[in-house]
């Protein structure tokens, strides 16, 4: 694996057993072989609890990072150095299996991340932005269709209300209506013999005839 120069880097190793995982048994130990000639140096080991390096090129920059019941026997190397090449040995030891194989780590200190490196980051960044824009789509999307699903059911409320207000085509405009006025009609009564006669329409044209009438019947009797 490869790793920029002044960044952490984790060296993972994970490891099987055939028998239960005691974490008070269990003895895990890395070690470091460089690439240039040289001896073998002891870089972390763990029993019971962690034990990182007191002396060496590795002093003060290794911390634990993994988990005995989750398999796990990672470490990370904090702010690497180009001394650091090499290749990284983990081994595992969960007594009684105490033969099992061991993991090796070629690490190559770099002072820029290579292309594939470079590449995937973009594609993480491009992700990250495609994703966020699709939420806002989304977002966007449901406040249109809420909006719309508003106006109508405000036009389909509308509706019906109009249907009440229109105005009943029985009842006529005031100009066009017909005004009905009623008659007063009177009784005679004949003084003679008690009898009632027919009703007549008493109105102003009648009244005035029948003024001149009474008039001619007295200067008749005067001049008889």
């Known amino acids: 694996m490869e790793a920029v120069n002044g960044t952490d880097v ?11 995982i005691n974490p008070n048994n269990i003895v895990i130990s890395w070690s470091f072989r460089p690439l240039k000639p040289g001896r073998e140096e002891t870089v972390f080991h763990y029993q019971q609890r962690p034990y990182p390096p007191l002396e060496g090129i590795f002093r003060k920059r290794i911390s634990w990072a993994g988990d005995i019941m989750g398999r796990d026997a990672s470490i990370i190397i904090q702010e690497v150095k180009f001394t650091y090449n090499g290749t990284y040995i983990c081994q595992v030891k969960n007594p009684p299996d105490v033969h099992g194989s061991v993991g090796e780590i070629r690490l190559r200190v770099v002072t820029t991340a290579s292309f594939s490196e470079l590449l995937l980051l973009a594609l993480a ?15 966007v999307s449901c406040r249109r269709c809420k909006k719309r699903r508003q106006r109508q059911q405000e036009g389909s409320e509308e509706a019906p209300r ?12 005031p100009s066009r ?19 009632i006669s027919d009703a007549s329409t008493k109105s102003e044209s009648s009244s005035e005839e029948e003024g001149p009438s009474s008039d001619e019947e007295e200067e008749g009797d005067d001049s008889d």
């Open 125 to 139: 960044i491009g992700g990250g932005i495609a994703a966020v824009v699709f939420l806002l789509v989304i977002v």
């Open 10 to 20: 984790r060296l993972k190793c994970t490891f099987q057993s055939s028998s239960t």
């Open 162 to 173: 109009k249907k009440k207000e229109r105005k009943d085509p029985t009842v006529c405009h």
């Open 177 to 195: 209506a017909i005004h009905l006025y009623m008659s007063e009609t009177t009784l005679e009564i004949d003084s003679s013999d008690g009898m």
